[in-house]
């Protein structure tokens, strides 16, 4: 049985983490819940400790292409931002609704698209976090190019909150593309697939997404 708590500013975070590292009891951060599956499942009761209440966004400079939000900001909300200056965050992510930044970072979630626009790591170029003794560190900042510091968003981006809780992050954006396609092929066989993929590859086209179907999933899609 764990016990419930609800963060609203990084301030409250660190206070609790505080308490819990005094208490030796462990902390489990949670977003929008979509994804408790992942890692090993705790072994022993702790505080489940709801993020979401981090939600704002703190900087939203669109001309330099780049925001900065709170870790506990819905995916959904983000990219309704983004959208409105014809600016994205090339992330396919379930449940959007729910899902939030933090958790897709931590969980080191990108999609179908990684293949034409890289994974989640490619995007953060600076991020703030909280240790288990409750104190605060960062990494990064707030432009494109910057070397400053040791590069903390790479190793926490996939920790699963065992390294830090995430409370605020800084994503680099692309611009909205004007025009997209999707195109179905139906190879008979590896090698006509493999031929594709190469022809594809050396093409004028700019592919962001290859699915290969097989099976029922081809089956339903036709």
């Known amino acids: 049985m764990s016990d419930q708590f609800t963060i609203e500013t990084p301030e409250q975070l660190t206070e ?11 902390v489990y951060p949670v977003g929008g819940a979509t994804s408790l599956d992942f890692g090993l499942p705790a ?16 900087d939203y400079p669109a001309a330099d292409m780049t925001i900065t939000v709170q870790a506990g900001m819905r995916i959904k909300d983000l990219q309704q931002t983004l959208a409105a200056n014809q600016q994205q965050l090339p992330l396919d992510v379930p449940q959007a ?25 490619d995007y953060v170029i600076g991020i703030r ?22 590069d903390f968003c790479k190793l926490l981006i996939g920790s699963l909150g ?7 992050v800084t994503f680099k954006l692309r611009p909205l593309p004007n025009h997209t396609e999707a195109l179905i092929v139906a190879p008979q066989n590896l090698a006509q697939l493999d031929e594709l993929l190469e022809r594809l590859g050396q093409s004028v086209a700019q592919p962001i997404a290859v699915e290969w179907l097989v099976g029922p999933q081809w089956q339903s899609l036709a």
């Open 16 to 26: 609790l983490l505080q308490t819990a590292a005094a208490q030796q009891t462990p």
């Open 43 to 58: 072994k022993q009761p702790g505080w489940n400790v709801d993020l979401t209440g981090l939600n704002r966004v703190i």
């Open 97 to 121: 609704d729910r899902a939030t930044v933090g958790g897709v970072l931590a969980t080191n979630f990108s999609g179908h698209r990684r293949f034409g626009y890289g994974t989640a790591r």
């Open 129 to 150: 976090a909280i240790d288990g003794r409750g104190e605060a560190f960062a990494g990064g900042g707030r432009v494109v190019k910057n070397v400053a510091g040791y």
């Open 162 to 168: 065992t390294l830090g809780i995430i409370t605020e």
